[in-house]
């Protein structure tokens, strides 16, 4: 068989004026080949292309093949077997041909019964400096305190400049959305006109045909908040914030793997927000050839809003505490001071505290609880009702891990053990609800140094530290002051009893 080149060759010799039996003896070709070149239109007409593609070991199993095929499309996604599988099952029934016969096969068997979509095409979008930013979420797997673990990692990108903050959280929901608006556009330094989502339920209670949507109320205070309007994507369309789609990726790959091995949550925060520092200080922005993110973000920055006070991204809930003083949330409790037992409360859920409030009197403040099932105490809130129940010190859950300030330890173990000792101790911690836990450890300091180890030192110390003080002495002034101080002489009382004397008859 000729190739291109000796086509050329041919054509080129009867271009200039020889005949076939010369360019048959000179190029040393058939007489046919070179009648056909010269015919031909084109050096690449004469070839003849393949319709139909030889298979001398395949014809007899490709009906058995294509029955594998239909069959292995019937099923599940994840039980599909793999092509080398199948070869690997023909050849146990005889066959004797190569691999490339049965992936051709397949591969033309497929565009046959399957015909391939058209390409979808997209139009480059361009934003202008501070006009909006895209907003997404990821899951990650981190080894968080020794434990395998899924984060939600909350993604924001600015549309211009690029830049980018990533945030990790333990739950998805709108408090957290809140949480990451605030650290990202304090990272940011402020906030652009308009904000690009997909149809999460924790920002969009209603999606309409088009581009109507139905925002949640607090979603909307947050973006009245920071002054930038939501716009919601069409559902599965996620090229419609691309950039944000393509930065879950790309984070993944260069922040998320190996897989991080961290002690906290907030361990874990700390150096992604490194990470967003550095990688946005080294990587080039993609269409401003020359320059990094954060060069182009420094232009951008001047038409970002400026940050009002952080926003109030908390989720309330009307709930009552019981008997106990505990109140329920996320499948956790949380105790509240004991004042507030038996009564509504007022719950507040940001991202790490839970606050709860009593007739708008703050009752508990304590840092969120991501696990299920646990009880979270704060011993003090107890402490008014253990003084009417010494008794409970032994054996009250609240108590049973707590780290008691080093005075207040130390004066109970000077106390040893006991019922008495229990009482007389209890006796002295609930006065730090009412002189504080300072001015208590310095009364036990100074009954500990005159080698008093007694409730009652401490109490009358305690009760000596509220006393008001001396009130100042007196200074005249110099205008009622007497020219002639009076003198306290007695005496002078001698002489007027005199006087009545001699006038008595």
């Not at 652009?192 to 205070?221: E, W």
């Not at 780290?403 to 009482?423: C, M, N």
Request: glycine share 4%.
């Amino acid at each position: 068989m000729y190739g291109v080149d000796k086509r050329v060759e041919v054509r080129a010799a009867h271009a200039a004026g020889k005949n076939v039996k010369q360019i048959v003896r000179e190029l040393k070709v058939s007489r046919g080949f070179a009648r056909s070149v010269i015919r031909a239109d084109t050096a690449d007409a004469t070839y003849a292309k393949r319709q139909r593609q030889p298979m001398p070991k395949m014809a007899e199993f490709a009906a058995r093949l294509e029955a594998m095929l239909e069959a292995d499309a019937a099923r599940p996604k994840k039980d599909r077997l793999k092509l080398t599988r199948l070869f690997d099952l023909l050849q146990r029934e005889g066959y004797a041909g190569g691999y490339d016969a049965v992936r051709r096969f397949a591969l033309r068997w497929q565009s046959q019964t399957k015909p391939t979509a058209p390409a979808s095409a997209f139009i480059p979008l361009s934003f202008a400096p501070g006009e909006a930013f895209q907003f997404d979420w990821s899951h990650e797997t981190v080894v968080l305190a020794g434990a395998t673990t899924t984060v939600k990692v909350a993604q924001v990108r600015l549309a211009h400049s690029r830049k980018f903050y990533i945030r990790a959280y333990l739950r998805e929901t709108q408090e957290m959305v809140f949480d990451a608006h605030d650290k990202a556009f304090a990272f940011f330094g402020g906030a652009p006109s308009r904000g690009v989502y997909d149809n999460m339920k924790t920002a969009v209670d209603l999606v309409f045909v088009g581009k109507d949507r139905t925002f949640n109320r607090r979603f909307l205070l947050l973006a009245d908040h920071y002054r930038f309007t939501p716009t919601a994507c069409t559902p599965a369309a996620g090229w419609e914030k691309g950039q944000v789609e393509r930065q879950v990726g790309v984070s993944r790959e260069r922040i998320f793997k190996p897989t991080l091995h961290v002690a906290s949550l907030t361990e874990l925060n700390e150096y992604l927000e490194s990470e967003c520092r550095r990688l946005c200080a080294t990587q080039p922005h993609p269409d401003e050839r020359g320059c990094m993110i954060d060069e182009v973000f420094v232009r951008e920055a001047p038409f970002l809003s400026p940050l009002p006070a952080p926003f109030a991204g908390f989720q309330e809930r009307d709930t009552s505490a019981n008997a106990l003083c505990l109140v329920s949330y996320d499948r956790n409790k949380y105790s509240v001071m004991s004042k507030a037992a038996r009564r509504p409360v007022q719950l507040r859920a940001s991202a790490e505290r839970i606050v709860i409030l009593c007739d708008g009197e703050l009752v508990a403040d304590h840092p969120r609880c991501f696990t299920r099932d646990k009880t979270i105490y704060d011993p003090w809130h107890y402490v008014p009702i253990l003084a009417c129940k010494p008794g409970a010190w032994r054996n009250g859950a609240p108590f049973r891990d707590w780290v008691l300030p080093p005075r207040l330890a130390e004066f109970r173990a000077r106390l040893g053990r006991g019922d008495d000792a229990d009482r007389r101790f209890v006796r002295v911690l609930a006065m730090a609800i009412e002189d504080g836990v300072d001015a208590v450890e310095e009364a036990i300091a100074e009954a500990l140094a005159a080698g008093a180890v007694s409730d009652d030192v401490i109490l009358n110390s305690l009760a000596r530290r509220r006393e008001p003080p001396p009130p100042p002495p007196l200074v005249t002034p110099p205008s009622l002051k007497l020219a002639r101080p009076p003198k306290g002489d007695c005496s002078r009382y001698d002489l007027m009893r005199d006087r009545i004397d001699h006038a008595t008859p």
